[in-house]
């Protein structure tokens, strides 16, 4: 039995003529202390499936299992980094970082409370910041502490829904092997979802594209065959490496392709006399 | 530099930005762009005080003229040439018993103000006189228990602002203790804000007068055989249920629409239901519970004259509802104070909230 498991997850929004269909017979098995990533276009259903994992959403079909047991609600086993940082404005870095702190490890005292997050703040190498409240901060800063916030809960399975989108490349680098380190060393279970194939490769042990919705489903995986640690500078001129880049690249291209000749389809118009739209608005 | 940094912060803060300009004039550092500030922040709104001041003049002026013309074509026409004759010479000298009665001027305004305020003066000592006169018999009287005497002079108009703001203060209060809370519960469900929209569009739009009446006939049945105040009663607790409906409206609209994102962080760290209204929603929604709450204490101050005045309850109404039976003829001028005086409150009041619902909110509204 898989660490976590989806088995035909279907997910649709709305009801009716309103429905969207977003996701449609996921199925995807992850092992314990695996790390995985989903790479796909933006509006494909990344976060609808992040947030079905964590317990946010529920599927409309089929079934989600995490260790055995389908999930119902959030769980503090699964930690996550939200896209769109999620701070609570009214709070400090710090303030932030504790109160999920507090949260995750409610028998602990305060003193060992602000260690933690004193711990976790320095590993993003905020603690200059952390009396400053969120809208001081930049973007990349924001999502340094979405990344320190669901870390410091120490998870046993991490949840990354584009966590370093919006980071230049020097601290992107840097927070990635943070990441893996944290990962490496307590053996974690990782899912990242992420657009940019070379973090995916650099970062996973299987890459799965998502191939564009309506009715998304999971494509083929490309198992990731590097050595850990892995070494950035020298993955470039990783024969193993340049391969499965290429493959992956390839096929998303593909989908992508497949998915404007398709459009073209769809969209074709219809001939008609356009009417007067004068006085209707 | 240090100090005019944060002077300049505080300033800003409260919405009295043109204060910084008018600095900047007297250090000297006033550059192009400081000095169009400056025609702009200060000339212009001194030089629209003195038109707006003029124009009253001459528009008291005129208004002078027909009242007094027609003082004299009245006494011409009931009682003959003589007796306009007197009439006129009566107006021009100024006597007070033939004034015509109408809008005062600029002048006879700032005369009472002067008046009021040498009359709070002699009010004043005559208090402590009295307090003086009092002290040892009513060290007496609490010494056998019996209650002491208080003064029951005449307010004076100082003593009439006090009054008020603590009624206005207390009507506010009670709006808050029962909007805030009343309003989070309603922003929480769905279910309840739907069942209780009714109520609240309905009562929402009712009189001061309309609710000055209910309160009064259920607290004065309430406080029957009690020697309470119920005037102050009736008055703060009908100013308390005019104004609350801002702030209940915005409170549940704040909890209603707190962000989603929010929501989802207090649900993946599982925060129980209490601490998430406390840590969450409310934090979120404050901005727009502030909101409501200064419009509320605006609401407040407005009805407040209205209801004081229909409650025969002491303050600033009944001053201005007295001076208008009174008839005096200074009562037009006294009546004309009360107004500034009430309208200048009522800026100070909507600053203060200003503030702090700029110290509250964390993405921070600048001031109208
Ligand atoms: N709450 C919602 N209601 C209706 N449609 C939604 C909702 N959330 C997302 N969608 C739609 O689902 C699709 C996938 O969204 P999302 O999962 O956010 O994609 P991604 O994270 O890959 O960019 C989009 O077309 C979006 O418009
Ligand atoms: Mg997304």
């Given amino acids: ?281 | 530099m240090k100090q005019s940094i944060t002077l300049n912060r505080v300033t800003k803060f409260m919405g009295l930005g043109f204060l910084i300009t008018l600095k900047s004039l007297f250090t000297g550092e006033l550059d192009k762009e400081g000095f169009k500030n400056f025609l702009r922040k200060i000339v212009v709104p001194i030089a629209s005080i003195f038109l707006f001041i003029g124009l009253w003049h001459m528009g008291a002026k005129s208004l002078y003229n027909i009242e007094a013309e027609y003082k004299i074509e009245k006494a011409l026409t009931e009682q003959g040439q003589e007796a306009a004759e007197v009439m006129r010479a009566c107006i021009a000298s100024g006597d007070v018993s033939c004034q015509p009665n109408t809008l005062p001027s600029p002048a006879q305004v700032w005369e009472s103000y002067k008046t009021l305020l040498r009359d709070h003066q002699v009010i004043k000592a005559d208090k402590v006189a009295f307090a003086e006169k009092t002290a040892a018999l009513n060290a007496k009287r609490v010494a056998e228990g019996k209650d002491p005497i208080t003064y029951t002079g005449r307010p004076s108009f100082v003593d009439q602002i006090f009054t008020s703001l603590k009624t206005v203060f207390a009507g506010f209060l009670l709006a808050l203790v029962i909007a805030v809370p009343i309003g989070v519960i309603i922003g929480l469900s769905k279910t309840l804000r739907s069942s209780v929209n009714w109520l609240i569009q309905i009562f929402k739009p009712v009189s001061p007068v309309v609710w000055l009446l209910l309160v009064f006939m259920i607290v004065k049945t309430m406080t029957k055989d009690s020697n309470s105040d119920s005037a102050f009663i009736i008055s703060f607790i009908s100013v308390g249920l005019c104004s609350m409906w801002a702030t209940l409206v915005n409170t549940a609209m704040g909890v209603a629409s707190v962000d989603k994102d929010y929501i989802n962080v207090a649900k993946v760290l599982k925060l129980g239901p209490v601490q998430k209204v406390f840590k969450v929603i409310l934090p979120s929604s404050l901005p727009l519970i502030f909101t409501g709450l200064r419009i509320t204490l605006s609401v407040a101050w407005m009805v407040l004259i209205a209801i004081e005045l229909l409650a025969q309850s002491p303050g600033l109404g009944s001053f201005v509802w007295e001076e208008f039976q009174n008839g005096a003829i200074d009562s037009n001028s006294k009546i004309i104070v009360a107004m500034f005086v009430i309208g200048g409150i009522g800026f100070l009041l909507d600053r203060i909230m200003l503030t702090i619902q700029n110290t509250v909110s964390f993405n921070k509204t600048s001031g109208i």
């Fill in chain 1, 1 to 281: 039995m898989a660490y976590l498991e989806l088995n035909n997850v279907y997910k649709t929004y709305g009801q009716g003529n309103h429905a969207t269909n977003v996701l449609s017979n996921i199925n995807l098995s992850i092992e314990e202390g695996e790390f995985v990533a989903i790479v796909g276009f933006t509006g494909s259903g990344k976060t609808t499936l992040v947030n079905l994992i964590n317990g946010l959403l529920e599927p409309t079909k089929g079934e989600i299992l995490f260790k055995g047991e389908p999930v119902v609600g959030t769980s503090h086993e699964r930690g996550v980094i939200f896209q769109n940082y999620s701070l609570l404005p009214w709070l400090t870095v710090g303030q932030n970082v504790y109160m999920a702190v507090k949260e995750a490890f409610p028998k602990k005292s305060k003193r060992e409370l602000h260690d933690i997050v004193a711990e976790y703040v320095e590993m993003v190498s905020l603690t200059p910041a952390i009396n400053k409240r969120p809208k001081e901060l930049s973007g990349g800063m924001r999502q340094r502490v979405a990344v320190a916030r669901a870390l410091a809960m120490k998870p046993e399975m991490i949840i990354m829904d584009e966590p370093l989108g919006a980071l230049d490349a020097l601290t992107r680098g840097n927070l990635q092997d943070e990441i893996l380190k944290i990962w490496g060393k307590e053996k974690r279970t990782a899912l990242l979802i992420t657009n940019d194939v070379d973090e995916g490769i650099y970062m996973a042990d299987r890459i799965i594209p998502l191939r564009p919705g309506p009715k998304a489903t999971l494509g083929p995986e490309f198992k990731i065959d590097i050595e850990r640690p892995r070494d950035k500078t020298e993955l470039n001129d990783n024969a193993n490496f340049k391969e499965t880049r290429n493959a992956i690249i390839e096929y998303l291209m593909d989908i992508g392709n497949e998915r404007k000749s398709e459009a073209q389809e769809v969209f074709e118009l219809p001939d008609v006399t356009p009417k007067s739209f004068v006085g209707r608005f």
